[in-house]
């Protein structure tokens, strides 16, 4: 029999049979996912009575058996009475058993089975250790990379006693988080804390309210009796403008009366969460090691977002003479020409560009904008010229639509774009229509540009409904109005 070798977790009291696995190999524990290495010479105790204790069994290589192939032997003559020689089988009164010469193939086919599973097993436990590659997780040194959320994070090396914090009821699956979690375990009791981090993406980027109402439903399914409205204030994550929500309520895994703090701020349509919390008698105690592992998630370098952030540039020029009068630039492929239809049968001779726009075939919304190039003769005031036009394009109604100007910061989605800087000026208007809702009322952006003696108006257009997915959209695609 081998001896039984214990997981080095002080909490986990799962045990396994060394020799299912290479000496020296990296294993992952399969009840609580600790890594660790196995010594070069595990511990056995072979019984003698074990056929293969003697064997040159080799892990990583085929067998070789020790034992030496029969020779040949000479057929034996049959006695001249014409029997059956007998003299050398044993008989049932003699009590003895048969004796018989041991099969090489047969410990050849043992040998080789027990190399197959060795095989077996260091590929499972590689497939542990290395699955999800894209959001690769060491527990050896606590890092771990999201490229999808433009982030990573580092566990501070100068914190002890925190270790994963992963399983069916963790906090990190009641709180229905996707990034790092960990706890600090303490013996024979509940964990002292939890910290457990989470990204989300969104095509938009809430506001304060919204921020607290997502993280409050996030809490109620990880606690009980957590208040309808929580104390919470300015502060910073990230190095983003931040929202700091304090807690109070009964932890369902433990049953424990908890208090903790959220840190929650969004940027360019992802939303970013840390949650730490631990029983409210001694948590004040590790507010110090919270901040040091908050502080441990940091944004990407730009070099490391290379492709999260990489614009996917494609240009759209006018038809005909027009060619030579404009560029608009498609910077998130998401704007689509349908080179079947005639820009002109869009409701103007004047129109030289149509595009819509569609998120559908990128980002799965089922929002939809247009937009539109036109060409105008030159006028004493350009812009006069252009706001004239784009009304006359709206949709029509019996009393004429009030239309204002935006001012202020744009709300919603950021483009996952970087360093785009608008060519001309963007001016934004809300178009409501008396009686309408926000099905109706339209959200525009245009920009103007003279040349050659004409005037180029670009302006795109959607409902006031999908203007958080919209705005920047919109202006960045009409601030690329420039002249070839």
């Not at 409701?347 to 980002?363: A, P, Q, T, V």
Request: charged share 25%; with cysteine.
């Amino acid at each position: 029999m081998s001896m039984p070798m214990k997981c080095p977790n002080p909490n986990c009291y799962f045990q396994f049979d060394p020799r299912t696995v290479p000496p020296g190999a990296v294993i992952a524990c399969p009840q609580c996912g600790m890594q660790f290495q196995l010594p070069t010479a595990p511990p056995q105790a072979y019984s003698p009575a074990n056929p293969l204790a003697d064997s040159n069994l080799n892990f990583g290589s085929a067998p070789v058996a020790s034992e030496q192939p029969p020779p040949n032997r000479a057929p034996s003559k049959k006695p001249a009475t014409g029997k059956r020689k007998t003299e050398n089988i044993p008989s049932e009164e003699s009590g003895e058993a048969p004796k018989r010469r041991p099969s090489s193939g047969n410990l050849k086919f043992i040998l080789s089975g027990v190399a197959v599973v060795v095989v077996i097993c260091a590929v499972l436990s590689a497939l542990v250790i290395f699955k999800d590659s894209k959001n690769f997780f060491s527990r050896n040194n606590q890092d771990a990379k999201y490229e999808n959320y433009l982030v990573s994070f580092s566990f501070p090396k100068d914190l002890d006693g925190w270790v994963p914090d992963e399983g069916d009821n963790s906090g990190k699956v009641l709180l229905g988080a996707n990034m790092i979690a960990f706890r600090k375990p303490r013996d024979n009791d509940t964990p002292l804390g939890y910290i457990v981090f989470q990204g989300k993406q969104m095509e938009y980027t809430p506001a304060e309210a919204e921020l607290v109402s997502i993280t409050t439903s996030a809490l109620n399914k990880a606690f009980e009796e957590i208040p309808g409205e929580l104390d919470s204030g300015p502060d910073k994550y990230l190095g983003l403008d931040a929202v700091r929500i304090n807690f109070r309520g009964v932890y369902k895994q433990t049953n424990q009366t908890c208090a903790g703090v959220v840190y929650v701020a969004a940027s360019k349509g992802i939303i970013y969460t840390s949650y730490a919390w631990g029983p409210e008698q001694t948590v004040n105690d590790l507010q110090g090691e919270f901040a040091k592992i908050r502080d441990g998630m940091q944004f990407l370098p730009i070099a490391d977002t290379t492709n999260a952030l990489k614009p996917l540039k494609k240009d759209y020029r006018g038809k005909g003479p027009a060619y030579k009068l404009f560029v608009i630039t498609d910077h998130e492929a998401i704007w689509y020409l349908d080179r079947n239809v005639d820009p002109k049968s869009r409701g103007s001779e004047f129109i030289s560009l149509y595009l819509e726009g569609d998120l559908n075939r990128k980002l799965n919304q089922r929002a939809a904008a247009e937009f539109f190039v036109v060409i105008l003769d030159a006028a004493a005031d350009p812009k006069a010229v252009a706001e004239d036009f784009i009304k006359s394009q709206l949709p029509k109604s019996d009393i004429e639509p009030e239309v204002a100007v935006v001012d202020g910061e744009p709300i919603g989605a950021a483009p996952k774009v970087i360093g785009i800087e608008p060519q001309t000026t963007v001016t934004r208007w809300k178009v409501r229509y008396r009686g309408a809702d926000n099905t109706v009322n339209k959200f525009v952006t245009y920009s103007t540009l003279e040349t050659d003696g004409k005037i180029v108006v670009a302006y795109a257009i959607c409902s006031m409904k999908d203007m958080p997915v919209w705005e920047q959209r919109l202006m960045l695609i009409t601030g690329t109005l420039r002249k070839p």
